[in-house]
């Protein structure tokens, strides 16, 4: 993490550097001085969460905040600015367009951190998909399903009523069924406790079910004395038995509508990449009647593609954890350079994937990428 935090500050320094000493080389001590401010608030934090342990949301929070509207725009203006002076040794007079240029486009990027940051994570938005199969019996014919994911609900203490709004929407949808796809928490059961009663009150005629996702096993934290991540992950399960929702653990259920049916299988995380994998998916598929339509909630959506094709006959798998990194812009997110399925629906052979970029973020920021509620409509 030290590692990190120098690589981090490097990336700031260079840029200050560059504009003090080329770019206001003739400004006033008063003017570098209150341009360097921005920078050394940075520092401070940098400081704060790496050499004395302050891991608060808040802090988190504020870090991100100053590297996505101090860093990265002088940074994005830096880089322009040299390529224009490159460019200046063979064109005469372009150096000023590239450092307007520069400037317009770090201008533009600060614009949309300010409002992914202010407005951008809170603009909750509804996804409507449609899954056919001739799997899917008649009574399931028009089942809806809400898939929420990703909550990271400690990030909502900030602006509870936001949570309020998720609830009464997806109440308002009127579903047959609500699934949650991982990732309740950031790092610690405690986030969950201001939010049981408004969790609670999520409905839906066949009930809600749950599955773990890498950040509920709360290992991203310090602990002291007799605390423990397993401890933790007690708590978050007990939390989420109290409000209500049934957790699969690499198990299944039947829901049943006359004398159809259709299997719900949960599995615990099935991470790659460092990620926890906990996962045991033949034994949540044991009992299973193979001629069933079976739905799978596993967090990573990583796991479609490592065992869920090759290994199974899930007819659809839901899956959160990639956020689409909270940004995304003309159908792109940077998403795509770690997972070639991130956000959408996914299909192959005769199995689908549903990946929702969810509903909640570690970070209070999102453009483009905007908090999810998943609206699934089955038919045959």
């Given at each position: 993490m030290?590692?990190i ?7 700031l ?7 003090l000493f ?6 006033s001590w008063?003017w570098k001085g209150l341009f360097?401010?921005p920078?050394?608030a940075?520092i401070?934090?940098?400081a ?11 802090m988190m929070?504020?870090?991100?905040w100053?590297?996505?509207c101090?860093v990265?725009?002088?940074?994005i203006?830096?880089?322009i ?5 490159g460019l200046?040794f ?10 307007l240029?520069g400037?317009i486009?770090?201008?533009g990027?600060?614009g ?6 202010a407005e951008g994570?809170?603009k ?6 449609d899954?056919r199969?001739p799997k899917?019996?008649?009574?399931f014919?028009g089942?809806k399903?809400?898939?929420l994911?990703?909550?990271h609900?400690?990030t909502?203490s900030?602006a509870p ?10 109440n308002?949808?009127n579903?047959?069924?609500?699934v ?5 928490v950031?790092?610690?059961s405690?986030?969950i406790e201001e ?6 009150r999520?409905?839906?005629?066949d009930?809600v079910?749950s599955?773990l996702?890498n ?6 934290r310090?602990?002291h004395g007799?605390?423990t991540?397993d401890k933790?992950?007690a708590r978050v399960i007990?939390s989420?038995k109290?409000?209500?929702?049934t957790?699969?653990?690499?198990s299944?259920?039947?829901i049943s509508?006359g004398n ?7 599995v615990d ?5 460092g ?6 998916l033949?034994?949540a ?5 193979q ?8 967090h ?5 593609r490592r065992e869920?094709?090759?290994k199974s ?9 990639t956020?689409?990194?909270?940004f995304?812009?003309?159908?792109w997110?940077p ?7 991130w ?8 199995s ?5 970029t ?10 483009g990428a905007?908090?999810q509620?998943?609206l ?5």
């Open positions: 030290i590692t935090a120098l690589i981090s500050v490097i990336i320094v260079l840029p200050d550097c560059y504009i080329s770019i206001m080389n003739n400004a008063w360097l401010l920078s050394v940075y401070f934090v940098m704060k969460l790496f050499l004395a342990g302050d891991t608060r949301q808040e929070n504020l870090l991100f100053l590297t996505l101090v990265l725009p002088l940074l203006f830096s880089l600015s040299l390529i224009g002076r200046g063979i064109f005469n007079g372009i150096v000023p367009i590239f450092n240029a400037l486009i770090a201008l990027w600060l949309i951190s300010i409002y992914g940051i994570w809170k909750i938005t509804v996804e409507n998909v899954i199969s899917i019996p008649a009574g014919n089942y399903i809400v898939q994911s990703d909550f609900i400690g909502y900030s009523e936001c949570v309020d709004r998720i609830v009464d929407k997806v308002s949808l579903p047959d069924l609500i949650f796809t991982g990732d309740l950031n790092s610690s405690s986030e939010f049981k009663d408004i969790l609670s999520l409905r839906a005629k009930g079910y599955v996702g950040h509920d096993y709360c290992f991203y310090k602990y007799d605390e991540p933790e992950l007990d989420q109290h409000i209500g929702w957790m699969l653990r690499n299944s259920v039947q509508f159809d049916s259709i299997a719900l299988i949960g995380n099935a991470g790659s990449r990620f926890i994998d906990k996962s045991d033949g034994r598929l044991s009992g299973v009647p001629d069933e339509f079976k739905i799978l909630l596993s990573d959506p990583s796991h479609w869920v094709l090759p006959d899930v007819d659809l798998m839901l899956a959160g954890h956020h689409a990194m909270q995304k812009i003309f159908g997110s998403s795509e350079w770690a997972y070639p399925e956000g959408g629906l996914y299909e192959e052979n005769d689908k994937l549903y990946v929702s969810g509903i909640g973020e570690n970070i209070a920021f999102r453009f905007w908090p509620i998943v699934i409509t089955l038919s045959n």
